[in-house]
């Protein structure tokens, strides 16, 4: 079977009724904690900006590829500091498209030696869906399955959010697609076909260690997502060298291995890659996924912040 057959055995069973997880799981995910909880927007004390690449399953035609953008940053508003957040996502997997925009806002209180943010995100998206299909075996079309283009309206939905975070740990968690607002396609066999993003709960925690040569700390890293019908989790360890390079292994159970580097820059910018190896079936057709990061962090303040803290948002 060819990989875009294979695909669109895939994606014919996802069109009727898409209960599996919509949302990136990213490689990255320690770095990508603005996308997943808006109870992270203003975390720390500058404005940070991440631009965020996966393809997905390298070797399959049709594979999922997908493009984020975020920035955050902190303000005081009568004494009381917030964060906001904006993120945008372009998400292609066969023949749907996602874009999306979302606004996060946080409130923020220093807590138990660090600082918590509670969030609020507001998503706007945009679905769209291309009729193109190419049977197995040079089966006809599936009645039932959507034949035409389409380009559903923009419809809303909402995130919630806690985030924690002090000198060495961070935990959060957070809830996607609150409203889980449906999408309804026409079928040719005179019913319709539907689609939606499923609410999703994601947790994450991390810890930093120093190690005896002062130059050296280690981070486990653990990321969990589910949405309640399927779980998928990724345990990872990065090792930092002073205060500037890192790398690690990352692992998801019966999906990937994966091995990431990166390095940052005294100017603010941040480089990582990520590279996924395959370890269930799949590995017969594809040759792993990759993920890039681009960041940039920047202090518009002068004003010293008496509770200022290192976050742990900085690897």
């Keep these: 079977m060819s990989y875009q057959r294979l695909l669109t055995v895939l994606f014919c069973s996802m069109a009727l009724v898409a209960h599996s997880q919509t949302e990136n799981f990213s490689s990255l995910n320690m770095f990508n904690y603005m996308y997943y909880n808006p109870g992270y927007a203003g975390d720390g004390n500058e404005i940070e900006a991440r631009m965020f690449h996966r393809s997905q399953w390298l070797g399959f035609e049709g594979a999922p590829q997908t493009q984020t953008f975020s920035v955050d940053a902190p303000f005081k508003l009568f004494g009381i500091k917030n964060g906001v957040g904006l993120t945008l996502l372009n998400d292609k997997i066969g023949n749907f498209r996602n874009q999306g925009l979302s606004f996060s806002y946080a409130y923020r209180r220093v807590m138990l030696q660090g600082e918590v943010g509670l969030g609020l995100g507001l998503n706007v998206i945009n679905q769209s869906f291309s009729g193109e299909w190419i049977f197995p075996d040079g089966g006809s079309s599936d009645p039932w399955v959507p034949q035409n283009a389409e380009d559903k309206p923009m419809f809303f ?159």
Excluded: H, W
Aim: proline share 3%; glycine share 8%; net charge neutral.
């Design 157 to 315: 939905d909402m995130n919630l959010g806690f985030y924690y975070s002090s000198d060495n740990v961070y935990l959060s968690c957070s809830m996607r697609n609150l409203l889980q607002s449906e999408i309804k396609y026409d079928a040719s066999a005179g019913g319709s076909a539907k689609s939606y993003n499923a609410r999703q709960l994601f947790v994450g925690a991390g810890y930093e260690y120093q190690l005896p040569n002062p130059l050296f700390t280690l981070k486990p890293n653990l990321f969990i997502a589910t949405d309640f019908s399927s779980t998928t989790f990724a345990l990872s360890g990065i090792v930092r060298y002073n205060e500037k390079f890192y790398g690690g292994v990352s692992y998801k159970p019966i999906d990937a291995v994966t091995f990431l580097a990166g390095m940052s820059l005294p100017s603010g910018i941040e480089v990582a890659l990520s590279y996924d190896i395959t370890t269930s079936s799949i590995i017969k057709y594809s040759t792993g996924s990759l993920e890039i990061m681009l960041g940039y962090s920047f202090n518009l303040s002068r004003e010293k912040d008496s509770n200022k803290y290192r976050s742990v948002r900085f690897l």
